[in-house]
């Protein structure tokens, strides 16, 4: 993947009430809501290295390959859409334990500075802003 000259990162931070596998169990996971892979209206996914995921929302496409996944600590995948003008881009999550909470960190890299692009952080953040209401409503046994 080649970074676009005027190239566009966004970065959002969220403490999670849960110990870092739980959170990336959780994220990687289509029945949890607050996830990108919880709504929509076609899934096809397969976190495994070098594997796909598409997602269609609406009319919108969105696709990619997961490069990294290392359990508890970081999910690395490429991220195309009509948003990204098709360019493809790089969304990486990390997963720090704080105490009993996780800090979890999405970066998603190599945008195109363009409007349309700009409108991943609302995107990103009404995931993220849902996402911690999962743990509040799931014992930690149950997890």
Not at 67 to 87: F, K
Not at 106 to 115: A, F, I, K, M, W
């Amino acid at each position: 993947m080649s970074t676009p000259k005027n190239s566009l990162e966004l970065k959002f931070e969220r403490t999670i009430p849960a110990a870092t596998t739980d959170v990336y169990d959780a994220w990687l996971n289509p029945a949890v809501p607050g996830t990108p892979w919880n709504m929509g209206d076609k899934l096809i996914l397969h976190p495994a290295v070098d594997d796909f995921f598409y997602w269609l929302v609406g009319k919108t496409a969105h696709y990619g390959r997961f490069t990294v996944l290392d359990r508890g600590a970081r999910i690395q995948h490429t991220w195309v859409s009509p948003n990204t003008d098709g360019e493809e881009s790089m969304v990486t999550v990390t997963f720090q334990k704080r105490g009993s909470e996780t800090l979890m960190t999405l970066v998603h890299s190599g945008l195109p500075d363009t409007p349309k692009a700009r409108g991943h952080e609302g995107g990103w953040n009404h995931f993220l802003d849902s996402f911690p209401a999962h743990f509040a409503k799931v014992p930690a046994a149950a997890r």
